[in-house]
């Protein structure tokens, strides 16, 4: 009886029954080639010189709405991590606007971040998933206006997985698209040994998710490899007929690269290619928090950096700008 209350308690509390299996629409026939990675070597955008972003500007989301570029991006003053935001005419040059989103104290975000999100337009309005609280878990919050007021729904929309799950710990890190008419999430999901792995979610509204029964999607790298302590900040589009993910990994130093993996159905990934690390002084020890919006001829990607190994703040983080552009095997 008493593991009986337990099993119903845990589910409660922890979503049971929110899960399902899917996969991502078919991407077509499947092409083979590679993507050339290049990068400006300069920051896109810098810390300060508000407080807001003074220690560590990161984790930028970038979206296209009426003619501008909007970068709802992380800014961290030593204590608190809040969601700024900037535009940009062409994606490179940006003009910071100031604050958006900060944490509530008296909610279950908690005082620390309500920030680290993913944004979506959707009929004009911008959806923004953002990560807050103690324990992490995935909060929405919404703006009719480009991102100058905000309506926050009251509680968080993922939620922590039941005991043994793939996410106990912490849902973080979200990143979400819109395929064939359904909203796909890929989130940080951490267990109770502290493993930081990759999952998905599906939902039809964006406020209601159906975890993947199978989650997580992407495990830890092999021992020695680049993302043997953790993945996270995942950042997912279709191409060639694949669906790609680039995301963070970690190694045992806590230095930060970027690793490259496709699937055939959003579910079942592989990687391809070597991870791809800071080639200049401000990112020469992180290289993290992609956002991608595909063009005609290349895959426009933002990123965070920082010249300290951490495996979250305190880096002297700035936002990059690269590109990947598809080479043809012929």
Request: aromatic content about 10%; overall charge neutral; proline content about 6%.
């Amino acid at each position: 009886m008493r593991r009986a209350l337990a099993l119903v308690s845990a589910c409660l509390l922890g979503g049971c029954g929110r899960y399902a299996e899917f996969r991502l629409p078919d991407p077509g026939a499947p092409e083979e080639g590679e993507w050339r990675w290049s990068a400006r070597a300069a920051p896109v955008l810098g810390r300060g010189p508000e407080s807001w972003d003074s220690v560590d500007a990161l984790n930028p989301s970038v979206i296209w709405r009426e003619g501008t570029w909007l970068n709802l991006y992380s800014g961290f003053d030593g204590r608190t991590w809040r969601t700024l935001l900037a535009e940009s005419a062409d994606g490179e040059v940006w003009v910071k606007k100031g604050m958006v989103l900060s944490p509530d104290p008296g909610s279950w975000e908690g005082g620390y971040i309500a920030a680290n999100g993913a944004a979506l337009v959707r009929g004009g309005t911008i959806w923004y998933w953002y990560q807050a609280g103690a324990p992490p878990r995935l909060g929405l919050a919404r703006s009719a206006d480009g991102g100058r007021t905000w309506r926050k729904e009251p509680k968080p929309v993922l939620e922590l997985g039941p005991r043994g799950a793939s996410d106990e710990r912490a849902t973080a890190d979200p990143y979400v698209i819109e395929a064939g008419g359904r909203l796909f999430l890929y989130y940080l999901g951490e267990d109770r040994a502290r493993r930081q792995r990759l999952g998905a979610a599906v939902s039809d509204d964006g406020l209601t998710w159906n975890k993947l029964r199978g989650n997580p999607v992407l495990e830890l790298g092999i021992d020695g490899a680049f993302d043997e302590n953790g993945l996270g900040e995942p950042a997912v589009w279709l191409s060639h007929g694949w669906w790609w993910m680039l995301y963070t990994g970690r190694d045992r130093k806590e230095v930060r690269r970027l690793g490259l993996a496709r699937s055939r159905d959003g579910i079942h990934w592989e990687r391809t290619g070597s991870a791809t690390a800071g080639a200049e002084t401000w990112n020469s020890r992180v290289l993290c928090d992609a956002t991608v919006a595909p063009d005609r001829e290349k895959i426009r990607v933002w990123f965070g950096g920082g010249d300290t190994a951490h495996p979250a703040e305190n880096i002297r983080g700035q936002i990059g700008y690269g590109e990947l552009r598809w080479d043809p095997r012929r």
